[in-house]
Structure formats: structure tokens, C-alpha cells
């Protein structure tokens, strides 16, 4: 299918999505400025994202809340005239630059490490060494790392998720 919609000129934006050339999202990705939210890829730069109805998730400047998962309890809050935010996180500095990490990977299939860390102003290595299924991915052709630059290798795209989670902190943390 993917080599379907690229032979009819489509261009494939992260791991799963296809725009034409002239799309927003196709002329972010080329300029370096394509985001990735809760709903997926954007080219809005907006750093809110208000979440409408049971479940949704929300972006607010220092971190995300998530509306009431349960039907009753949700219309509850909305009929008395309040926000249904159950859940909240308020990011760290270390949540900001693993997202930005992670973001430039989904969108771009390749991150800067040092630049990234650099404009957060926090050293580039702990972060590298924290990635440790990032050198298994680079002995196993997926990735190549060059001075903590991170690229995919396109043959290998449909493995970006396994590549950003290398960079998640929490992913091995669920309460589930």
C-alpha cells in the first residue's frame, strides 16, 4: 500500500501517514517545522491543544491533562458547568527534551541529539547513554549514529516506534 500511494506521487510523512508534495504537512516535513501531538502529525505549531470530550487528551505549556475516561462522570462535570480533567503530568525538564528527542524522530526519522540537548541546555550524553536499545537498533542496520546524530535508515522506517521508545522514560514504567 505505502509503495502504492508513493508511486502515485504521494509523500510519506513519519510512519504512517501520506500527503501530497504541496500539502501542509509534506512542505513541514521538508522544512524541519512537522510536530507530532496526540492526534498525530501537524503542521500547527501551537503548543496548546485543548482536548474535547470523554478521554481526550490535552497539551497545555507545562504538560498534559486528560478529560474523565467514564461517560457518567464526564457528563456530570460538563452539565454543572466544569472542566471534566481527571489526570494530569506536569513535564520535567529531562520529559521536554526526551519529546523533542522523540518528535524529530517520529517526523523526521532522524534527531540531532547534541543540538537538541544543547538548545534545552543540558549535556547530550546522559541522554544517548540512557537510550540503551538505541546500540542494539544501530548493530542491527536500523539506526545510524554518528557524534550522538541519530538517523533511520528509510528501509527501516516502519520501525520508528521501536527507535523513539528507546528514548521514553516511562515506557517500562506502566501501572498497567
Do not use: W
Not at 106 to 119: K, Q, R, S, T
Amino acid at each position: 500500500m505505502a509503495d502504492t500511494l508513493v508511486a502515485a506521487g504521494y509523500h510519506q510523512i513519519g510512519l504512517d501517514h501520506f500527503a501530497l508534495p504541496d500539502d501542509e504537512l509534506a512542505l513541514a516535513q521538508k522544512a524541519g517545522r512537522l510536530r507530532r501531538n496526540s492526534l498525530g502529525y501537524s503542521a500547527d505549531t501551537c503548543k496548546t491543544l485543548i482536548g474535547f470530550g470523554r478521554s481526550a487528551i490535552g497539551r497545555l505549556g507545562d504538560g498534559y491533562v486528560q478529560n474523565d475516561v467514564a461517560t457518567g462522570s464526564y457528563s456530570r462535570h460538563i452539565r454543572a458547568g466544569r472542566l471534566a480533567t481527571s489526570n494530569g503530568y506536569r513535564l520535567t525538564d529531562e520529559d521536554r527534551v526526551r519529546a523533542a528527542i522523540i518528535e524529530r524522530l517520529m517526523c523526521d526519522l532522524e534527531a540531532d541529539v547534541p543540538a537538541i540537548c544543547a538548545a534545552h541546555g543540558v549535556y547530550a550524553i546522559p541522554f544517548l547513554e540512557s537510550a540503551e536499545r538505541l546500540s542494539m537498533l544501530a548493530e542491527d542496520g536500523v539506526v545510524d549514529i554518528e557524534k550522538g546524530f541519530i538517523r533511520v535508515r528509510q528501509e527501516h522506517r516502519f520501525v520508528i516506534r521501536a527507535v523513539a521508545a528507546a528514548f521514553d522514560a516511562y515506557l517500562n514504567r506502566s501501572p498497567y
